[in-house]
């Protein structure tokens, strides 16, 4: 691409976000967050209690982007053929042979919103890793290859509600992000009190096409990273474990930290952000923004930290202090 289309590309993106705005009301972290999911290629967790528009933000970003859409509805009784798709016994009306044929499930689109993901048991949950991981769908022996792009968003109430069901750590380490929706501002709330119970309409306009998502995932693989700040990742992560960290603190409260793909999702997230605010050098400030989401949800706290309510983001503050920046260049 030319340095011309590379901007064309990237003015796209402002666009991208003020269609989301016109009917999210700020959650502008979030909205980011969001964003840098799509663009580096990756799967996303929102948490938040109901009511506070998880699902009213995919439906946004879908209708902003000229992709195709498919909600699913997680429930105690869904099965993973209500998600994938199942054989059916057809009949040729010609010869009247009968055959089997794969009907794709709703997992077979661009973007795909797996609502409260922790109301089905593990049993289905576990349903999405191949689809996460490898982008395809096996049945019947049978590899099916699913659309590109593919974005999976995930939402998910606080396991403390009732009648949920905590997802399994492997399918939690295919989510790029864990991010964590909270409640308005006053000023935030009012607008969407006076936003949302009057006859004005947001009119969505797509902005963003499949093949320009593309375009810029392969871009974001090229933003630049130095290899201090390539070493300073890779510390970060590694100080996660107890059983070889340094820092005093996980030791102390943490059961098992993160593996290297969270060093993966914090750089190609890191570079995300840079092309996301129009730079194409990872800072330190990227990759210390990212680290909260990145390791959130791969990092597991132990039975004295959640006796001291002492939360995996604790931990974070205390790895983004305890782990400084140094000259350390790769071998």
């Known amino acids: 691409m030319t340095e011309q289309d590379i901007q064309h590309l990237l003015s796209k993106l402002p666009k991208l976000k003020q269609e989301i705005q016109k009917v999210i009301v700020g959650q502008e972290e ?10 580096a290629g990756g799967h996303g967790l929102l948490e938040g209690v109901p009511g506070l528009a998880k ?34 016994l057809e009949e040729d009306h010609v010869t009247g042979k009968r055959f089997f044929k794969f009907n794709e499930g709703p997992i077979f689109s661009n973007i795909v919103l797996a609502d409260e993901i922790n109301r089905t048991p593990p049993k289905t949950q576990a349903a999405l890793l191949e689809a996460m991981q490898e982008h395809e769908v096996t049945y019947a022996g049978k590899t099916y290859s699913l659309p590109k792009p593919f974005f999976l968003l995930a939402t998910q109430n606080p396991i403390e509600q009732a009648g949920t069901y905590p997802l399994p ?56 990273i130095n290899n201090e700040l390539m070493a300073y990742v890779n510390n970060l992560v590694r100080a996660t474990r107890p059983e070889t960290t340094s820092v005093e603190f996980v030791k102390t409260y943490c059961r098992w930290g993160a593996g290297p793909r969270a060093g993966q999702a914090l750089i190609l997230t890191a ?46 503050d205390e790895l983004l202090q305890s782990i400084k920046l140094t000259k350390a260049v790769l071998a």
């Open 30 to 39: 979030v909205l980011d967050e969001v964003l840098i999911i799509l663009l």
């Open 55 to 88: 699902t009213l933000l995919v439906r946004t970003l879908a209708s902003a982007m000229d992709l195709g859409f498919r909600r699913i509805q997680f429930t105690p009784d869904l099965m993973p053929t209500d998600i994938l798709g199942t054989e059916v």
């Open 169 to 224: 750590e492997a399918q939690l380490d295919r989510f790029l992000l864990y991010i964590k929706i909270r409640y308005p501002n006053e000023q935030e709330e009012l607008a969407i009190l006076t936003n949302t119970t009057g006859t004005r309409q947001a009119h969505i306009q797509p902005s963003l096409t499949g093949e320009e998502v593309m375009l810029l995932r392969q871009l974001v693989r090229e933003v630049s």
């Open 271 to 316: 570079k995300a952000r840079a092309l996301l605010h129009g730079r194409f050098a990872v800072t330190q400030e990227d990759i210390r923004e990212m680290a909260y989401p990145v390791l959130r949800h791969r990092v597991l706290v132990n039975f004295n930290a959640e006796a001291e309510r002492i939360t995996p983001d604790r931990v974070v």
